[in-house]
């Protein structure tokens, strides 16, 4: 977080998508949830934060945690669209 609270300009989507992805590789749930929210409110239509959080919490065994991503992302009429592979 120091990094990003020392930057010279507001960070936008690609930042807070890279901590996000960071956050999983290196399982820091609670750095997560702080990059999700905030790619939540600089996309309110992705999916992509709602789902990876709910996974993060989901494997870290705290269900009421990732219910409540579920909820949130039932409240706000976002839906995880089936992924598609080429090959």
Do not use: F, Q
Request: net charge negative; with cysteine.
């Amino acid at each position: 977080m120091k990094v990003i609270n020392t930057m010279p300009v507001e960070p936008d989507k690609a930042v807070w998508g890279a901590v996000l992805g960071a956050c999983r590789v290196h399982n820091n749930v609670e750095l997560a949830r702080i990059a999700a929210e905030a790619l939540m409110r600089l996309e309110p239509e992705s999916s992509g934060p709602y789902v990876l959080l709910y996974n993060m919490y989901a494997d870290a065994g705290r269900w009421d945690d990732a219910n409540e991503i579920r909820m949130l992302m039932e409240t706000n009429k976002i839906r995880k669209e089936p992924a598609h592979s080429r090959v």
